[in-house]
């Protein structure tokens, strides 16, 4: 009988190559489909959010929106099966809070029992493939509120390009506004991944200056009939305390598929994390797929840089204090 590592087992590294490893997973859909249910029902929630306890979590959405390469290898996703040791791998440090996934990888994951006591994210709107003629009509095509809900999730993400020169960026800021209430109605958080993007040479390019930043953070503020339940996942750009001044919003940082060196990364990440405001890490391909192929190195690495105290709001008259979590 095919066994996959436990989780064990890979936080040593230690990977099984069988290509028959998750076959299991096959034979449940086909003949006991309704048992993703069942596991997303008898997970362990997570404990909870608390600022300054920033959290850590492993994004994997980019296969459904076509998006496979990672660190210059234009496949680097494509075998689900080496995205599923990875996932295993990163998730079994427990400094990982959670996941943000597609509905298919979520699936995976619950059926593996990978998700125990963790934060579950949603990823909503993947009709925006990579290189599609239409990149900017991305359309939500993923999870949706009704079923985050029904999976216990804490929200649902959704990537919201704006380009001024693109007439579909009103359909994407409509569909987003109408997602945030369709999840602030139950009570789950809206991650909204802002950028300001055009078409550059036939392709779409985000615009990571702090102006540019800035500018997509009060656009994706001010959609929906609430805020209440609304975070922003921003990249980590120039003059970053400029960017976090402009929004009162729990903001995790998102890690992209960066070409620097990997120390260099975690730098500028860690400077980031330092800032008021700042809730933690989303992020996937930097941590996956490292260049030195180290993927539970680079878990414990980014792990290392977040901040693990609660901060206490102050009585009146007092300024802000931190205590360290019990």
Same mark, same amino acid.
């Given at each position: 009988?095919?066994?996959?590592?436990?989780?064990?087992?890979?936080?040593?590294?230690?990977?099984?190559?069988?290509?028959? &490893?998750?076959?299991? !997973?096959?034979?449940?859909?086909?003949?006991?489909?309704?048992?993703? *249910?069942?596991? %997303?029902?008898? &997970?362990?929630?997570?404990?909870?959010?608390?600022?300054?306890?920033?959290?850590?979590?492993? *994004?994997?959405?980019?296969?459904?929106?076509?998006?496979?390469?990672?660190?210059?290898? +234009?496949?680097?996703?494509?075998?689900?099966?080496?995205?599923?040791?990875?996932?295993?791998?990163?998730?079994?440090?427990?400094?990982?809070?959670?996941?943000?996934?597609?509905?298919?990888? /979520?699936?995976?994951?619950?059926?593996?029992?990978?998700?125990?006591?963790?934060?579950?994210?949603?990823? /909503?709107?993947?009709? $925006?493939? *990579?290189?599609f003629v239409n990149e900017f009509d991305d359309r939500f095509t993923g999870h949706t509120a009704e079923a985050l809900e029904a999976i216990g =999730?804490?929200?649902?993400?959704?990537?919201?390009?704006?380009?001024?020169?693109?007439?579909?960026?009103?359909?994407?800021?409509?569909?987003?506004?109408? =997602?945030?209430?369709?999840?602030?109605?139950?009570?789950?958080?809206?991650?909204?991944?802002?950028?300001?993007?055009?078409?550059?040479? $036939?392709?779409?390019?985000?615009?990571?200056?702090?102006?540019?930043?800035?500018?997509?953070? %009060?656009?994706?503020?001010? !959609?929906? *009939?609430?805020?209440?339940?609304? #975070?922003?996942?921003?990249?980590?750009?120039?003059? /970053?305390?400029?960017?976090?001044?402009?929004?009162? /919003? +729990?903001?995790? !940082? !998102? $890690?992209?598929?960066?070409?620097?060196?990997?120390?260099?990364?975690?730098?500028? #990440? $860690?400077? %980031?994390?330092?800032?008021?405001?700042?809730?933690?890490?989303?992020?996937?391909?930097?941590?996956?797929? +490292? =260049?030195?192929?180290?993927?539970a190195g680079a878990v414990a690495a980014a792990a290392s840089l977040l901040h693990t105290e609660e901060i206490v709001p102050p009585t009146a008259?007092?300024?802000?204090?931190?205590?360290?979590?019990?």
């Amino acid at each position: 009988m095919t066994t996959v590592s436990t989780p064990a087992e890979l936080a040593k590294g230690t990977f099984d190559d069988d290509p028959r &490893r998750y076959e299991h !997973l096959t034979k449940i859909r086909l003949e006991d489909p309704d048992a993703i *249910a069942r596991a %997303a029902r008898a &997970r362990e929630p997570h404990p909870g959010v608390v600022l300054g306890r920033q959290n850590f979590i492993v *994004a994997a959405d980019h296969p459904a929106r076509g998006a496979l390469a990672a660190q210059g290898r +234009p496949e680097a996703m494509a075998d689900r099966r080496e995205l599923l040791d990875r996932l295993r791998l990163a998730l079994a440090n427990p400094a990982v809070d959670g996941v943000l996934a597609s509905p298919d990888i /979520m699936d995976d994951l619950l059926l593996l029992g990978a998700l125990e006591g963790k934060l579950l994210f949603g990823s /909503m709107n993947r009709g $925006g493939l *990579a290189g599609f003629v239409n990149e900017f009509d991305d359309r939500f095509t993923g999870h949706t509120a009704e079923a985050l809900e029904a999976i216990g =999730a804490t929200g649902g993400k959704m990537l919201t390009r704006i380009c001024l020169g693109d007439p579909a960026t009103a359909g994407i800021l409509e569909n987003t506004a109408k =997602a945030i209430d369709s999840l602030a109605e139950r009570k789950l958080v809206a991650m909204v991944e802002p950028f300001l993007s055009s078409w550059v040479d $036939g392709k779409v390019k985000n615009d990571l200056s702090p102006e540019a930043v800035i500018r997509s953070v %009060a656009i994706a503020s001010g !959609l929906g *009939a609430t805020s209440a339940y609304t #975070w922003m996942k921003l990249p980590v750009v120039a003059e /970053m305390e400029r960017v976090m001044a402009s929004t009162t /919003m +729990p903001t995790v !940082l !998102l $890690g992209g598929d960066p070409t620097g060196r990997q120390d260099e990364v975690f730098a500028s #990440w $860690g400077a %980031a994390l330092a800032l008021p405001g700042v809730q933690g890490l989303t992020v996937g391909r930097t941590l996956l797929y +490292p =260049a030195d192929g180290d993927v539970a190195g680079a878990v414990a690495a980014a792990a290392s840089l977040l901040h693990t105290e609660e901060i206490v709001p102050p009585t009146a008259g007092e300024p802000a204090s931190k205590e360290a979590s019990k």
